[in-house]
């Protein structure tokens, strides 16, 4: 089935440092959304992208949605311990069809 | 607001018993959808209703999993029998409307432990 790639798979960076993450998919999305995860919880929705080359943020985070409709990136600037959490990517194909990324593990060290 | 809620938070059975979780979406949602998440991996959605009807079951086992949301509020996901491979936190999520890039809202998950 589908598959969405996120790298970096895992991330360890010092707080206030700048963190970008991206997600690629091997054919076109017509939505690009990311969630971050904490654990024993349900994803939370950070961003949602509908338009090609669209550039949205949300705070310190910042989310693209790739002009080639098979990519999205998302930056946190300024990163703080509370980032700390596992984020997705997500989106739904030409077909109408919604899925999640594999992850991205994000560690903040104090 | 109350959120989505589930039930039971976690379930330890043996492989080829049956299990049933439940889930009650946000207050005039009407879209509901059950998602699967492994460990290490993202949540593959399993079955998107949208009131009591079926929109998308084309990632549901359905030899042995079902789904349910007879009056259009709650709903129920059922395995039957598990396997060991079946053992995963089972999220539920709502949306107000149809859309799947709608704002959905997500419940805690159930975690199924199939020994």
């Known amino acids: 089935g589908q598959q969405l790639n996120q790298s970096p798979q895992s991330m360890f960076i010092q707080e206030g440092e700048d963190v970008s993450m991206n997600c690629t998919s091997s054919s076109i999305f017509n939505t690009w959304l990311w969630y971050k995860q904490d654990p024993g919880e349900g994803p939370v929705l950070l961003i949602a992208?509908?338009?090609?080359?669209e550039l949205t943020s949300n705070g310190r985070l910042t989310a693209q949605f790739g002009i080639t409709r098979k990519d999205s990136f998302l930056n946190i600037s300024a990163s703080i311990p509370s980032d700390v959490g596992i984020y997705f990517c997500a989106g739904t194909n030409t077909g109408n069809q919604f899925y999640f990324g594999t992850g991205t593990s994000l560690t903040v060290i104090p | 607001e109350a959120g989505v809620a589930q039930s039971p938070r976690y379930k330890i059975i043996e492989k080829r018993q049956s299990v049933a979780f439940w889930c009650n979406p946000i207050s005039g949602h009407a879209t509901l959808y059950w998602y699967q998440q492994i460990l290490g991996q993202g949540p593959k959605l399993l079955i998107q209703?949208?009131?009591?009807?079926?929109?998308?079951d084309s990632q549901l086992p359905k030899d042995r999993f079902s789904a349910e949301r007879l009056k259009g509020v709650d709903s129920t996901l059922k395995i039957q029998p598990a396997k060991l491979e079946d053992s995963a936190v089972y999220l539920c999520?709502?949306?107000?409307?149809?859309?799947?890039?709608?704002?959905?809202?997500f419940g805690p998950g159930t975690r199924l432990t199939v020994l």
């Open positions: 992208l509908y338009k090609a080359g």
């Open positions: 999520a709502s949306s107000e409307l149809s859309g799947s890039a709608d704002t959905q809202y």
């Open positions: 209703f949208q009131n009591n009807g079926v929109v998308d």
